[in-house]
C-alpha cells in the first residue's frame, strides 16, 4: 500500500511514514515480536512502542529479524511518564536503546507531561529538565527527532519557552469523536505533527453507526474510515492489531473521504471509548 511508504516531513526534514503500526497493551514475548513481525512483512516501516509497554526487547528483536535494514524502518520509543530529571532522562534514553538493540533512534517523546498516577500535576520544570538531555543526544544524532506526548498547547509552550527548542511531534489520542482541535490548530500553526494514537478509540469506534454507514457507502471497513479520517486531518495514525488480517486492512487506506463526508465525522463529538463501558 502507498500509504505504507507515503511519508510526512517533520521540522527538521526528517521523513517519517504516514501510518505507524502501534504496540500499545501488546504484551512482551511472542506476540509483540509476531506482531511487529507481521507489520513489517505486510509492508509497514514505522514502528511505535515505549518503555511503558515493557516490549522493547521483543519489538527490536522483530526488527532485527525482519532482515530490513534499520535504516528503512522509524522507531518511536518514549520516555516513562515518572521520569522527570535531566540524569534520569539520559539513563533512561540509553537504556531504550539497549533494550532495543539499535545505536540510534528515530523519534523519542516524554510519555506525558505527569505520571499517569498522578494527571495534571504541574511538571513544567521537570518536562524542561527531561527535554533537554534529550535535546543533547538529539545533537549527538542518537536521536533524529524528539517530541511529545499527550502534552497540552500550555505544556508545549513550557518547553519552547525554557528550551527556545520546538518539539517534532505530540503524540495523542485522536480518532473520530475526539478531534482535539485546539491541540491540533496548535501543533498546525507550530509545525509539530500530530501523532494519532488509539485511531479506532480503542476499538469502540469501530461500533458508530455513523462510521459504519459511511464505511457501505465507501465499501470500505469502518477501520479503514477510522484511520484515513486521521490521514485527511492531517496526523498520523498508530493503529495496532495482532492479527495479521487486520494489519493489513489497517493498512489499505489509499482513498479518500469527501468533504462533507468529513464534516459529518467532524460533527460527532461523544468520545466512544466510554461507549463499551
Ligand atoms: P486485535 O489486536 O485483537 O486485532 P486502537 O488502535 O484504537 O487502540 O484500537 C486497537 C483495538 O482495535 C485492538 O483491540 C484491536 O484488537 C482492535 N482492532 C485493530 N484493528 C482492527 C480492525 N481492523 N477491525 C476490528 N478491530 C480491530
Known amino acids: 500500500m502507498k500509504v505504507l511508504t507515503d511519508v510526512y516531513v517533520l521540522s527538521n526534514g526528517v521523513k517519517i511514514p504516514k501510518i505507524g503500526f502501534g504496540t500499545w497493551q501488546v504484551p ?8 511487529v513481525m507481521m507489520a513489517l512483512k505486510n509492508g509497514y516501516r514505522h514502528i511505535d512502542t515505549a ?9 527490536g528483536k522483530a526488527i532485527k529479524d525482519s532482515g530490513i535494514p534499520r535504516e528503512e524502518i522509524f ?14 532522562a539520559k539513563e533512561a ?5 539497549e533494550e532495543l538493540g539499535f545505536d540510534y533512534l528515530d523519534l523519542y517523546l516524554i510519555h506525558a507531561p505527569w505520571p499517569w498516577n498522578e494527571m495534571g500535576k504541574n511538571c513544567d520544570e521537570g518536562n524542561v ?8 543526544f538529539y545533537k549527538e544524532g542518537k536521536i533524529k527527532a524528539i517530541g511529545v506526548s499527550n502534552f497540552s498547547p500550555k505544556d508545549i509552550d513550557n518547553i519552547i519557552k525554557n528550551t527556545d527548542f520546538v518539539p517534532h511531534a505530540n503524540q495523542i489520542a485522536f480518532f473520530v469523536g475526539l478531534d482535539q482541535e485546539e491541540t491540533r490548530a496548535y501543533c498546525e500553526e507550530k509545525n509539530i505533527l500530530i501523532e494519532a494514537y488509539s485511531p479506532l478509540a480503542i476499538g469502540y469506534a469501530l461500533k458508530n453507526p455513523i462510521v459504519i454507514d459511511m464505511a457501505k457507502r465507501y465499501d470500505k471497513t469502518p477501520a479503514q474510515m477510522l484511520i484515513r479520517y486521521c490521514l485527511e486531518k492531517g496526523t498520523l ?10 494489519i493489513i486492512e489497517n493498512s489499505h487506506v489509499d482513498f479518500t473521504i469527501k468533504k462533507a463526508d468529513m464534516d459529518i465525522l467532524d460533527d460527532i463529538h461523544d468520545d466512544p471509548r466510554r461507549w463499551g463501558n
Open 51 to 59: 518503555a511503558a509497554y515493557r516490549n522493547e526487547a521483543s519489538v
Open 237 to 246: 495514525p498508530l493503529p495496532k492489531s495482532t492479527h495479521e488480517s487486520r
Open 75 to 88: 522507531v518511536t520509543s518514549k520516555l516513562q511518564s515518572h521520569i522527570k530529571t535531566y540524569d534520569g
Open 28 to 35: 512482551d514475548g511472542d506476540v509483540a515480536y509476531n506482531s
Open 129 to 136: 529538565e527531561a527535554f533537554k538531555a534529550m535535546i543533547e
Open 93 to 97: 534514553f540509553l537504556q531504550t536503546l
